[in-house]
């Protein structure tokens, strides 16, 4: 009995377990389905959040994708709307942006360029420097090669090609430094200074010819001077010749005569032709040219053509010079015409004015700062002030007949020659025109100094 | 013909290659030729009592050959003048010619032609020198007559007979022939004529 009794009261016991533990899961059970209710809700919101977060962001990136491209457009309306050129290369010298006027200038679409290296847009030697000068810079960074802009001569797509000046501006992107490249188109300013230098070598050449109308002009006052300076020499070499055929019919023959006639012929003739290439070195007519020279020889060759015009009207013309004077570097035709210039015009005053003993006289002395003084003094009555004021004005004459450019050219071609011209408006008896011209060795200095400032 | 040994052709111009030239070309035609660079020069060596000629050139620088040619003459000067030019200056020309010049000559010149001028020019002066020197001997033995014998002379010249003289004069016919045969030994004369010959010399 104590068995069975005890196997009842462990199967109550048992009973009673599992009533617990049926409970107890059923409680479980409960709660579970509570939780993953729970769970689900959570879910549910948190799906619902994030769905709203990636709406949110869309929408954001949306916005900053349309800034960013507004963004782009202004700076593309800001680069197209440039009167320069304007494109961009990254440091490999590939093109990543081109506007619009270097589309017109260049004659390229910018489809068509970016990509490409910046060299396609220069002409050669440019086309082959530079690759070579944008690695330098990046290597160096010198940045010399940003500060100035320099001139080259760029290539259209259809291969002709033109002037450019070109500046680069660096920045440091993303990517690594980019440079930003502006162009000007420089024909039409290259078009206006080829104009400009045109003009300026019209304005040389009327400059050239009037001087030489002016030269044969004058040379036309002095013209019964040159003759008689070759026909001395012309009547000479008759004389002697006549002489020679007399000495040849003579029963006696002296050899040495003969031999004296010819060499006497042989000398005016060379004395004759000197005359002659003097005067057409004179009129001769063409550019200006430059020799080492002295202003002595120039005096000289002058007094040759003119002393016979001042014998003739009479007047004195005098020549002081003064030795151990430097050479000059001078075109001696123009010299010689200024002289001339002064020296007639002088003669033909005195002659006007009628003066007893009229005198010319031409003095010149060395100067300071490497400058010769040439002087022409007559003692013919002083020009007035007024006279004095209009002097040098072109076509302003005293004379009858007178041209009017004698004094102004005459001014023209030695301010060409680095010099001064003028009249001494301080003496009280006659006139004095004096010029100044630099010695050769501060011609040279002066160019020297211009090669210094230059390298 | 000239008597060229005698003469000198003076050559006056600046020029010395002209100077030179003509000195040979006057000695091949063999004449006497003395040469001078200027005007001044000339004037202090020159004797009016030599023959002979004067080529002389008109632009020189100092003095001018026409200006000379005036000094020349109011020195009562003889000595033909043959200007040489280098530029045909007729006015020049002109005044020189009208001053008594004997030619005038345009450089370069042909020998023959002024050889020839030359030539003409030294018997000119030579026919000139000789008539001077008759003048001056006339004029001597005037000189060498009384006032009395000088004023018969004067008459006699005149051709006036032996009576009027003697009337004028107030003196006898005797005495006026004795006068006249002493005119006529002293003015070495043989008649009335050459009388009236002698005077106009003088004149």
């Not at chain 1, 042989?266 to 001769?284: F, G, T």
Request: hydrophobic share 40%; aromatic share 6%.
């Amino acid at each position: 009995m104590n068995a069975s009794k005890q196997s009842l009261a462990e199967v109550e016991a048992l009973k009673r377990k599992v009533k617990r533990e049926k409970s107890a899961r059923h409680q479980a059970e409960q709660i579970l389905e509570h939780k993953s209710t729970e769970l689900y809700h959570t879910n549910q919101k948190l799906k619902q959040a994030l769905a709203e977060l990636d709406e949110r962001a869309i929408a954001k990136e949306k916005q900053l994708v349309g800034e960013l491209r507004a963004n782009q457009d202004t700076t593309r309306t800001l680069l197209d709307s440039a009167q320069e050129g304007i494109f961009g290369a990254n440091s490999n010298g590939r093109l990543f942006s081109f506007n619009r006027a270097a589309e017109e200038m260049f004659g390229y679409d910018s489809g068509d360029v970016i990509g490409a290296g910046v060299s396609i847009l220069l002409a050669s030697p440019y086309r082959e420097q530079s690759d070579e000068s944008l690695r330098s810079f990046l290597q160096s960074g010198d940045e010399s090669f940003l500060q100035e802009s320099r001139e080259l001569i760029a290539q259209r797509a259809d291969g002709s090609h033109f002037p450019i000046e070109l500046w680069v501006v660096n920045t440091v992107s993303a990517d690594g430094t980019i440079f930003f490249i502006l162009i000007r188109d420089l024909s039409a300013q290259k078009a206006a200074e080829q104009e400009i230098f045109k003009k300026e070598v019209e304005v040389q050449q009327a400059r050239d010819h009037l001087a030489h109308i002016a030269r044969v002009a004058t040379l036309g006052e002095i013209a019964a001077g040159i003759a008689h300076e070759v026909n001395q020499p012309l009547a000479a070499i008759t004389t002697y010749a006549q002489s020679g055929h007399r000495l040849l019919d003579a029963k006696v023959r002296e050899k040495d005569d003969i031999a004296y006639v010819l060499q006497q012929i042989e000398r005016q003739a060379s004395r004759a032709s000197e005359v002659i290439s003097r005067l057409r070195s004179s009129i001769k007519y063409g550019d200006a040219t430059r020799e080492r020279t002295s202003i002595d020889t120039i005096i000289a060759d002058t007094l040759t053509l003119i002393c016979v015009e001042a014998d003739r009207k009479k007047v004195e013309v005098e020549y002081r010079p003064e030795c151990d004077l430097e050479p000059i570097d001078a075109d001696s035709v123009q010299i010689q015409q200024v002289l001339i210039n002064l020296i007639i015009n002088a003669i033909q005053a005195l002659e006007a004015a009628n003066v007893q003993q009229p005198r010319v006289v031409l003095r010149t002395e060395p100067r300071a700062h490497q400058q010769i003084y040439v002087s022409v003094t007559d003692n013919g009555p002083p020009i007035s002030r007024e006279t004095m004021d209009q002097l040098f004005t072109p076509f302003f004459s005293t004379k009858e007949h007178g041209l009017g450019i004698g004094l102004s050219l005459c001014r023209t071609l030695i301010a060409a020659h680095g010099g001064s011209l003028n009249i001494n408006r301080n003496r009280r008896e006659g006139n004095e025109f004096f010029f100044t011209l630099p010695t050769i060795n501060a011609v040279v200095k002066a160019s020297k100094k211009m090669e210094s400032s230059n390298g | 013909m000239v008597d060229v040994n005698n003469a000198t052709v003076y050559v006056v111009d600046d020029d010395e290659a002209i100077l030179d030239s003509l000195q040979l070309l006057l000695k091949t035609a063999g004449l006497r030729a003395c040469t001078y660079d200027g005007p001044e020069k000339f004037l202090s060596d020159y004797q009016p009592t030599r023959p002979g000629c004067l080529i002389l050139d008109i632009q020189m620088p100092g003095m001018t050959g026409l200006e000379l040619q005036e000094i020349l003459a109011d020195v009562g000067s003889i000595l033909p003048i043959i200007f040489i030019t280098g530029h045909a200056d007729i006015p020049i020309a002109v005044q020189a010619m009208k001053d008594g010049a004997f030619e005038f000559l345009q450089k370069p010149f042909n020998d023959t032609v002024l050889l020839d001028y030359v030539t003409k020019a030294l018997s000119l002066n030579e026919r000139q020198q000789k008539e001077i020197t008759a003048t001056q001997s006339v004029i001597a033995r005037i000189e060498k007559l009384s006032p009395r014998e000088k004023q018969v002379f004067e008459k006699v010249a005149e051709g006036k007979s032996g009576k009027v003289i003697a009337s004028e004069l107030n003196l006898s016919p005797r005495t006026i022939e004795i006068y006249r045969s002493h005119v006529m030994l002293k003015m070495q004369a043989t008649s009335a004529v050459e009388l009236a010959n002698l005077m106009n010399i003088t004149r």
